[in-house]
T-cell receptor, first 113, second 113 residues
Framework: DTGVSQDPRHKITKRGQNVTFRCDPI?????LYWYRQTLGQGPEFLTY????????KSRLLSDRFSAERPKGSFSTLEIQRTEQGDSAMYLC???????????FGQGTRLTVV | GENVEQHPSTLSVQEGDSAVIKCTYS??????FPWYKQELGKRPQLIID?????GEKKDQRIAVTLNKTAKHFSLHITETQPEDSAVYFC????????????FGKGTHLIIQP
């Protein structure tokens, strides 16, 4: 599969636990984005990387959220001390450059109970 | 930051008729405007995009128009078919070096047989 892949597809966690999601972008894409989507809403931008550098972070990204892309390939998004309000679909996307088509992954659906 | 408003939230049309979805944006420096289609439980997929130096773009039954002065852009689908039923999102890429897309809240398009 040459598309964007995310793992896991679903995650149920108890409030207060930490969770980590992984995204593998399309191999030749140097930009990687994280978005969050709640029911009935459009995706909300969280952060993006160009290669291994994190270049932009939304104010939506609280201190409990951290993202990495250590070798400029896959990325991880960690949420510490999860809250019920963190329940959402977390989408990853990649592009070859700014202002070009963003290819989305299938997402990781997080449920915090 | 950028703000994107999308209307209507739900649109029901007869099969074969045309559908129009409208979006407005706030950042006059925004320069890239994609439209995404998201079927239930699936990832968003790009259907058409337009850059700020172009007023109109067409791809078979789908067209997008952009009015930079009024800061609005629209999606037009002609000869609608049942498989066009989905949620459609407009988005804008802010200017000034920012790269994350700002999405509208989506339009649920229903094609009536």
């Amino acid at each position: 599969d040459t598309g964007v892949s995310q793992d896991p597809r679903h995650k149920i966690t108890k409030r207060g636990q930490n969770v980590t999601f992984r995204c593998d972008p399309i191999s030749e894409h140097n930009r990687l984005y994280w978005y969050r989507q709640t029911l009935g809403q459009g995706p909300e931008f969280l952060t993006y990387f160009q290669n291994e550098a994190q270049l932009e972070k939304s104010r939506l990204l609280s201190d409990r959220f951290s993202a990495e892309r250590p070798k400029g390939s896959f990325s991880t998004l960690e949420i510490q001390r999860t809250e019920q309000g963190d329940s959402a679909m977390y989408l990853c996307a990649s592009t070859q450059g700014g202002g070009t088509e963003a290819f989305f992954g299938q997402g990781t659906r997080l449920t915090v109970v | 930051g950028e703000n994107v408003e999308q209307h209507p939230s739900t649109l029901s049309v007869q099969e074969g008729d045309s559908a129009v979805i409208k979006c407005t944006y706030s950042d006059s420096a925004s320069n890239y405007f994609p439209w995404y289609k998201q079927e239930l439980g699936k990832r968003p997929q790009l259907i058409i995009d337009i850059r700020s130096n172009v007023g109109e773009k067409k791809d078979q039954r789908i067209a997008v128009t952009l009015n930079k002065t009024a800061k609005h852009f629209s999606l037009h689908i002609t000869e609608t078919q049942p498989e066009d039923s989905a949620v459609y999102f407009c988005a804008a890429k802010p200017g000034g070096g920012a790269d994350g897309l700002t999405f509208g809240k989506g339009t649920h398009l229903i094609i009536q047989p």
